[in-house]
C-alpha cells in the first residue's frame, strides 16, 4: 500500500491529462490556469493532437502511459470508458491519484475492482460526476430536504461521441448520479438503496437504447422518474425534487431555478385551516399563484468541471475523501446496469 503524501499549499503540485479529446482537453486547459499546479504532461493515442494541446497549455505531449513522469501526482483520465480499467488500474499501481470520467467503469466487477485497488494503493479515486458542481445542483445542497419523489429530463440531439453505448451511460448516467447523492446513497451504510426498477428504451440509431425512461424506488419510499434521448431536437436538462419540507425545481442550461419551503408558505395552511374548508374547491377564486411565496435559487456563475477539479486538487493535497468516490461512481453504475436490464426485458408485443 502505497500511503498517501501531503503536499504543501506552496509547492506546485504536478498533475497529467490522459485522454485529450473532447473532455480531457478542457481537464488540460483548466489544469494549466490552475494556481498551485503543473501540469506536467498530456497523453493521448493521437500524436498530432496530444502535441496540439500540450502547445497551447504550455506542457509536454506524451505518446503512452510509461512516458508520464514520475513525479506526476494526480492524473484526469478521459479516454473511452472500455479503457478506464486499464488506464486507472495503471496509474494508481504507480501511486497516483486518479479522476477518472463518468462512468467509472464500463461494468460493475471493473468499477469494484478499481475501487478495491484505490483502496489497497491508499490512492484516491474520484469520479467526474460533473452535475455534482453544477451551480444550481450547489444552490439546491443548503435546502435540508428528503426527497420522496425526484424526477429528471435530459434530452438533446444525437453528437455521434458515444455510439457505443446507449443513453443511459451515455447520457442518464449524469441524473443517475444526482439522485442517488440526494436521496442519501451517498454515505455508506446509511442511505437509501434501489429496490426495484421499471424502465423502457428504444434504439433507433443503432443497437443501443437512445430514448429511455426510468422509474427507481428506493427501500426508504422514494420515487425517481428519469427520462433522457439523444433523439430531440433542442437541449433540456432539468430536475424536480419534491418532499415535505419544500419543492425545488432547477434548470441545468438557463442556470435558474426556484424553491417553495414550506416554512415560508405557512399562511396560506393556516388561511385554509381559519376558514375551516373541507374542501380545497372552496377556495376556487383564491389566485394560488399570488399566494405562494416562491424564492429564486442564489446560484454563481461557476464552471463546473473548473469546480470539479478544484475539489480534485484539494482532496489530493490534504488526502480528505473526494466529492464524488469511487463508491459513488460504483452505485450509479449499478444502478445503470439495472436500468439498461429491465429495458431489455420489457417486451412490446404484449396484447
Not at 63 to 69: D, M, Y
Not at 208 to 219: G, L, M
Amino acid at each position: 500500500m502505497i500511503p498517501h503524501r501531503p503536499v504543501s499549499a506552496s509547492d506546485p503540485l504536478p498533475v497529467a491529462v490522459v485522454g485529450v479529446g473532447h473532455m480531457g482537453r478542457h481537464h488540460a486547459r483548466i489544469y494549466s490556469q490552475m494556481p498551485g499546479v503543473k501540469l506536467a504532461a498530456v497523453v493521448d493515442r493521437d500524436a498530432a493532437r496530444a502535441r496540439e494541446i500540450a502547445a497551447s497549455c504550455h506542457t509536454v505531449a506524451c505518446a503512452n502511459l510509461n512516458e508520464v513522469p514520475d513525479a506526476v501526482r494526480a492524473v484526469s483520465v478521459a479516454v473511452p470508458t472500455s479503457a478506464h480499467l486499464t488506464v486507472v488500474e495503471s496509474l494508481l499501481r504507480r501511486g497516483m491519484a486518479v479522476l477518472v470520467e463518468k462512468p467509472i467503469a464500463a461494468s460493475v466487477p471493473e468499477a469494484q475492482r478499481m475501487a478495491e485497488l484505490a483502496r489497497q494503493q491508499g490512492c484516491i479515486l474520484s469520479v467526474g460526476h460533473t452535475e455534482r458542481f453544477n451551480p444550481v445542483v450547489r444552490a439546491i445542497q443548503k435546502y435540508d430536504v428528503e426527497p420522496k419523489f425526484v424526477e429528471t429530463d435530459r434530452i438533446s440531439p444525437f453528437t455521434f461521441r458515444s455510439a457505443d453505448i446507449g443513453v443511459v451511460a451515455d447520457m442518464m448516467i449524469h441524473d443517475i448520479d444526482i439522485v442517488l447523492h440526494l436521496v442519501g446513497r451517498g454515505a455508506p451504510g446509511s442511505g437509501a438503496t434501489p429496490v426495484r426498477v421499471d424502465a423502457v428504451g428504444v434504439n433507433v440509431l443503432g443497437p443501443h437504447e437512445d430514448v429511455a425512461n426510468a422509474r427507481v424506488q428506493f427501500s426508504n419510499g422514494a420515487v425517481a422518474n428519469l427520462t433522457a434521448s439523444r433523439l430531440a431536437l433542442k437541449t433540456e436538462r432539468k430536475l424536480r425534487v419534491f418532499s415535505h419540507q419544500a419543492y425545488l425545481s432547477v434548470d441545468y442550461q438557463r442556470k435558474t431555478g426556484i424553491a417553495i419551503v414550506k416554512d415560508a408558505n405557512l399562511d396560506i395552511l393556516q388561511m385554509a385551516a381559519e376558514r375551516k374548508f373541507d374542501d380545497l374547491s372552496q377556495m376556487k377564486n383564491v389566485d394560488f399563484g399570488k399566494l405562494v411565496n416562491v424564492e429564486p435559487l442564489l446560484v454563481d456563475d461557476a464552471e463546473p468541471l473548473r469546480a470539479e477539479l478544484e475539489a480534485f486538487i484539494h482532496s489530493v493535497r490534504t488526502g480528505e475523501p473526494p466529492a464524488v468516490t469511487a463508491e459513488d461512481g460504483v452505485a450509479a453504475v449499478a444502478l445503470a446496469e439495472q436500468i439498461v436490464a429491465s429495458i431489455r426485458q420489457h417486451r412490446w408485443d404484449v396484447a
